[in-house]
């Protein structure tokens, strides 16, 4: 037991040390007002409320949702917020992943980490009984108490290790019950004992409890399980719900009326204490996760791809709160600094004329196929053309207000699309299809390429030689054309993942992006391709990459993932996008502007170019002074995480020292980076145990921490 509590101690002094988080620079243009999954949602009243999601989003609204405020939360690697609690009207809390915890004093306007919670087990519910008293439910069985707004935290003994998804207490603060896992646990002490109530045979998961009385409640599951307790928790009755979909929240008015939401958009509802429960289609197919009605009639659902749904007759319409498109778009072109097209899944077609603060639907002749690659050439006329699904070519001449198919001679899907002039165009696509035209699309000739590889991305060089162009794709197939598409010389890497992304800079300079985090990079044409790069990104799905010149870039992929570099692609600094959605293109119109689309219809767009800056619970503010912080995990074996701060831009160095002052790592050398909040692993496996000291310089800045590797 005390090795437990030594690293019980040393846990919360790491995660004490952990206050920043980060801002994107990116800013949802769709949906509107964000489109990450919301996970947990609490209603103030029938104007106030706030919700919480993927990506550390919180969402709030004052007025009803005529307005809303976003913004995200990031610590360290954490990515989710899972549950939201309100104590009082104004003092809130939220559990997330990796054990973060933040909490509100002012109706969720501000949010600050709580960085007492001694497990880094992901936070699974939360609630509060006063201001003072709260608990958290987490996996593998965790329970935590406190008795003093947060301050400290206690791990209460469950004596399970099932992980545990939802809890609740009774008005009398003692009496408590905790679901999860083949679970429902039972509290008649303030959490001191644990007692299992699970009805004899339930093998299933449980969601969410509720108890609305002292004696009646319910807990939710999985596959449409609904249980109910007349007795304080000491039985559990099985109630017939008549679906066999995922429930995930409950929520009540009284012990009769009751609501529950749940998969595939449907929510269910009881007017009678749950004898019967009526299944309610919202409209929308998408995972409903949380539910909160302040009063009987009004309302909200929150649910996957940022959905807010609004009710003001108890829960029988529901009215959408996000505005905008959700299906995947796959590609974005701009033809001036603020007119631009995004395509995507079901044939849809986005222009804005206007950066992107408002857009026009335009029509594309199908509903049904995705459009994968758009291309516009702004002068002499704002010509434009997408490719997609099953041979789709699609052309304008009038700015997208009418587009004309051009049918091919192929089912193959088309992946991407490149114009040099009006005329001369490139696509790409599947089984190494390759179509070119000279007459601006009015007809296209299939080319041989001697490749039945799936080819992916195709961009044509925009220099004042028109006719040469890269296409990559399968086993990293690299293609070269110097004659706008007539004959193709093979090209490749020693890499066999698929490449997805390629731009040319110059006739001698161009990247190529792909899976397993792979960038290539050729200086000769082609004749060689090579990593360039400096920093290691991991096993990452690299989708997009576009150059400015040859030393400004951009590249963008999985989960969120977006870096950019200053330097050729040498070294590349990580951004916070905000999401965890699939990145699939990118376009900058300049350094500083540009846009991000991708899964759920999202369209981010920067002015800062992507860059980092850190600030403190929300307010936006480039960081005020250099900091090294604490390493994490400490002491630790033998990875740890060591974050800094840039106040602006530095040349930096990071080394480690043994006990003696000798350098056993140079983690970073005399190398020039931006303003904002870094992350740097270090791996001590070749190192024996011991104590150790990491030095960071910056400038005139100069700070060292000790760190401990126990093996």
């Known amino acids: 037991m005390g090795n437990f509590n030594k690293i019980i101690c040393v846990i919360i002094f790491c995660l004490m040390l952990q206050k920043e988080s980060r801002t994107q620079g990116w800013v949802w243009q769709n949906p509107i007002p964000q489109g990450n999954e919301l996970t947990s949602a609490w209603a103030v009243d029938s104007l106030k409320f706030v919700s919480v999601g993927e990506a550390g989003v919180t969402i709030r609204t004052t007025n009803g949702g005529a307005t809303w405020q976003t913004t995200s939360l990031a610590v360290g690697s954490f990515s989710r917020w899972n549950s939201i609690v309100f104590s009082s009207a104004s003092n809130g809390w939220a559990v997330g992943n990796n054990g973060t915890m933040m909490k509100t004093t002012n109706q969720g306007a501000v949010w600050s980490v709580v960085s007492s919670i001694p497990t880094t087990r992901h936070l699974r519910g939360v609630w509060f009984v006063d201001t003072d008293t709260g608990y958290v439910v987490a996996d593998s069985g965790i329970i935590l108490k406190t008795t003093n707004r947060g301050t400290s935290w206690n791990v209460l003994s469950s004596a399970v290790a099932e992980d545990l998804y939802g809890v609740h207490f009774m008005t009398d603060k003692q009496k408590g019950f905790a679901v ?87 929510i269910l509802k009881t007017t009678d204490g749950g004898t019967t429960w009526t299944s309610i289609n919202t409209g929308l197919a998408r995972r409903l996760t949380s539910i909160s009605f302040p009063t009987r009639s009004r309302g909200w659902l929150v649910g996957e791809n940022g959905v807010i749904l609004f009710s003001t007759d108890g829960g029988t319409t529901w009215n959408s709160q996000q505005l905008g498109k959700t299906n995947t778009l796959r590609s974005v072109a701009f033809a001036t600094s603020t007119t631009g097209w995004f395509v995507g899944d079901n044939g849809v077609v986005l222009k804005t004329v206007s950066g992107g603060n408002t857009f026009e639907n335009q029509f594309s002749q199908t509903t049904i196929k995705s459009l994968n690659g758009v291309a516009f050439i702004n002068l002499p006329s704002r010509r434009g053309w997408i490719c997609g699904d099953s041979g789709y070519i699609l052309r304008t001449e009038n700015d997208g207000t009418t587009w004309l198919r051009d049918t091919q001679r192929t089912n193959n899907h088309f992946r991407s699309i490149s114009f040099s002039t009006v005329f001369n165009g490139i696509t790409v696509g599947d089984g190494g299809a390759v179509f070119t035209t000279t007459n601006g699309g009015v007809s296209w000739i299939q080319k041989t390429t001697n490749t039945n590889l799936n080819l992916r991305s195709v961009n044509f060089i925009k220099s004042s030689q028109p006719k040469f162009a890269f296409a990559v794709g399968d086993s990293s197939i690299i293609l070269k054309t110097t004659n706008a598409g007539d004959f193709w010389l093979t090209q490749g890497t020693r890499s066999a993942s698929i490449l997805r992304g390629v731009y040319a800079v110059d006739s001698s300079l161009a990247y190529a992006v792909g899976d397993e985090g792979g960038i290539f990079k050729t200086t000769d044409g082609g004749s060689l391709w090579y990593s360039p790069s400096a920093t290691i990104l991991g096993n990452v799905r690299l989708r997009a990459v576009q150059f400015w010149n040859s030393v400004f870039g951009w590249i963008a992929g999985d989960d969120g993932k977006f870096y950019r570099t200053k330097d050729g692609g040498t070294t590349w600094h990580k951004g916070n996008t905000g999401t965890i959605f699939a990145i699939t293109s990118i376009a900058f119109v300049d350094t500083n502007t540009g846009w991000l689309v991708g899964e759920g219809g999202m369209i981010l767009r920067t002015t800062n170019g992507g860059a980092v800056f850190v600030r403190d619970d929300f307010t936006n503010t480039i960081p005020s002074s250099f900091e090294l912080n604490q390493n994490y995990p400490n002491p630790f074996n033998p990875v740890t995480n060591l974050s800094f701060v840039i106040r602006h831009s530095s040349f930096v160095s990071l080394k480690v020292y043994d006990i003696l002052g000798k350098e056993v790592a140079m983690l970073i050398h005399s190398k020039l980076m931006d303003a904002g909040k870094y992350d740097i692993k270090f791996d001590g496996s070749k190192i024996p145990s011991g104590i150790y000291f990491y030095q960071l310089r910056a400038g005139n800045f100069s700070e060292t921490k000790k760190m401990v590797l126990m093996k």
């Open 180 to 266: 999860g896992h083949k679970r429902i646990l039972r509290t008649d002490d303030w959490g001191k004992t644990w007692t299992r109530e699970t009805p004899s045979g339930f093998t299933d998961t449980l969601n969410s409890v509720l108890m609305i009385t002292l004696r009646r409640g319910w807990a939710v599951g999985n596959n449409g399980n609904i249980f109910k307790t007349t007795n304080g928790g000491t039985s559990w009755n099985d109630q017939v719900s008549g679906v066999s979909f995922h429930l995930f929240d409950i929520n009540a008015s009284d012990s009769l009326l009751a609501w529950v939401a749940g998969d595939s958009g449907k």
